[in-house]
């Protein structure tokens, strides 16, 4: 089996630092394939810039990806209106729309083994009167999937949500049994299929304070989430918790597992982040290609400066690179 893969990279909105941070990439030679998906223009202005000196060369389905330092295969795409570093236009939004397109639906036909994106700035997509809420629901919608998740990870820990990004007042109505069930099963077959894990071990966070305290401290532990994980538990699934989430996150029990469930937002991203920042990638699980991003934002007050940190970018095309291998590997295995 071929350990090279081909990952597709998105460089996100043209005003952030996304364009800046592919080209960092060019700058040491690679040992996997990288396509990034954007206009050849924008990526030569900020070369040009910055003072990088890369060749950018036209991609097609079915090339190799270059790999040797100083050197960056392009999948072009049309459509830029503007190239300035720091100032939003939303005349860019159906071409920033455009890239996702390419690379998701490229890994749908097979032509990349996955795809990683650089930030994208919601707002001004939405100011273009393209209702858009981010990548994640971008890609659902795409893939024609009912229910994804997201997942953050380090190389030593990996944190999934029950719900993202609601106000803390409606998270305990959203954590329905079915909804709790739906997240367990995708996040215990993408640790199968995504990355090599026979049997994956899962801890699950209560929603309360020292998990309800026995229903002292709310019910929702007794009444939606320790029926569902038992029954989750009868399907096979190694499920440990609801666990107090000031303890959860302790030596103690992440030696014993392959990843955290966390209810909702807060209660374990600030944790991964502390543990991370910076090398830390966004998953997206759920889906049948593999996603990954960076763990950041447009960051415009940096963009054009030279300053970016590329860590997390890395980061995000080691992991890509490994649950794509995996996915191979898994495929392989279904079809023998």
């Not at 919608?141 to 190389?155: D, H, K, P, Y």
């Not at 215990?188 to 966070?205: H, M, Q, S, W, Y």
Request: proline residues 6%; negative net charge.
């Amino acid at each position: 089996m071929a350990t090279t893969v081909t990952l597709a990279l998105t460089a996100g909105e043209p005003a952030g630092i996304g364009p800046e941070l592919c080209l960092q990439l060019a700058m040491a030679p690679r040992e996997e394939g990288i396509v990034v998906v954007a206009s050849p223009e924008l990526l030569a202005a900020r070369a040009r810039l910055l003072g990088l000196v890369v060749e950018l060369v036209p991609w097609m389905p079915g090339e190799p990806a270059v790999t040797a330092a100083g050197q960056l295969s392009v999948y072009a795409v049309d459509g830029l209106a503007s190239d300035q570093p720091g100032r939003l236009d939303a005349g860019n939004s159906q071409y920033v729309l455009s890239t996702l397109t390419v690379a998701a639906r490229g890994c749908l036909e097979g032509i990349f083994d996955g795809m990683v994106t650089a930030p994208v700035h919601k707002g001004v997509i939405n100011e273009a009167g393209i209702a858009f809420s981010g990548h994640t629901e971008f890609l659902q919608q795409l893939c024609g999937v009912e229910r994804v998740v997201m997942m953050l990870a380090t190389e030593e820990l990996r944190v999934a949500l029950v719900t993202t990004h609601l106000p803390l007042k409606d998270v305990a109505a959203a954590i329905t049994p079915q909804r709790l069930r739906q997240v367990a099963r995708i996040l215990n077959a993408d640790l199968k299929t995504f990355f090599g894990i026979a049997e994956p071990r899962i801890l699950v966070a209560g929603l309360n304070p020292h998990a309800g305290e026995g229903g002292h401290l709310g019910r929702e532990e007794i009444d939606v989430i320790e029926p569902t994980l038992e029954q989750l538990r009868g399907e096979g699934l190694q499920l440990t918790g609801p666990l107090p989430a000031d303890t959860l996150f302790t030596p103690h029990w992440l030696d014993q597992a392959d990843a955290a469930l966390a209810m909702y937002h807060d209660q374990g991203l600030p944790v991964l982040k502390f543990q991370g920042f910076g090398r830390a990638v966004n998953i997206t699980l759920g889906l049948p290609i593999v996603r990954t991003s960076v763990d950041h934002g447009t960051a415009l007050d940096l963009a054009g400066t030279g300053r970016a940190d590329a860590g997390s970018l890395h980061t995000a095309i080691r992991v890509g690179a490994a649950m794509a291998r995996s996915h191979r590997a898994h495929r392989l295995g279904e079809n023998e």
